[in-house]
């Protein structure tokens, strides 16, 4: 079953928009693993019978990004640690700057789903990227990619005078109905 031919559009009310960071170097420990949930975000894809006409547009607020979870740390994240992490993915890694996705091409994956080639803006920086949708019973659509943030100007986070980093590559998810 693949993804359904029309306009399917998405945002927080019917799908979730994630985004996985992950810890190294010395005091790794000390820091956690995130799963960071995008609050403030809209997507359209519309799916022709053409695959190659279709085309997938995403908009998302870059100060929207709120840290859900946190896993692996030596101490449960708490509220303070949540308010510095968003202050910190504000001020040093993304500015504020809106983030931004069009599509240039895309294909179809063979399994259903779709191979989307385009065009990603974070940081004020843009770049090509490739996200992979896949179709699940019941009409789920679902995608992810992996981003590796220097590849956007994006300096990765740093904490404890360099012991704890923030690993480069991170990956972006999605999930929704159609």
Not at 42 to 56: I, T
Not at 82 to 93: A, G, P, Y
Not at 99 to 105: G, L, N, Q, V
């Amino acid at each position: 079953m693949g993804i359904p031919a029309g306009t399917h559009t998405f945002g927080p009310e019917n799908a979730e928009l994630l985004v996985r960071t992950y810890r190294e170097g010395l005091a790794a420990k000390a820091g956690h693993d995130l799963i960071i949930v995008v609050q403030s975000w809209d997507a359209l894809l519309e799916v022709s019978e053409d695959v190659a006409s279709s085309r997938l547009e995403l908009n998302a607020d870059a100060r929207s990004l709120h840290p859900r979870e946190g896993l692996r740390g030596v101490k449960p994240l708490s509220d303070k640690d949540r308010k510095q992490i968003r202050k910190n993915i504000d001020e040093q890694v993304l500015g504020g700057q809106p983030i931004s996705f069009r599509s240039t091409a895309v294909e179809s994956a063979g399994d259903g789903g779709l191979s989307v080639s385009g065009e990603l803006t974070m940081a004020g920086t843009t770049r090509p990227a490739r996200f992979e949708l896949g179709a699940g019973a019941g009409g789920e659509v679902t995608g992810a990619t992996e981003l590796s943030q220097t590849d956007w100007g994006i300096k990765p986070y740093r904490g404890m005078m360099g012991a704890l980093k923030v690993r480069d590559s991170l990956e972006v998810s999605f999930s929704g109905k159609a």
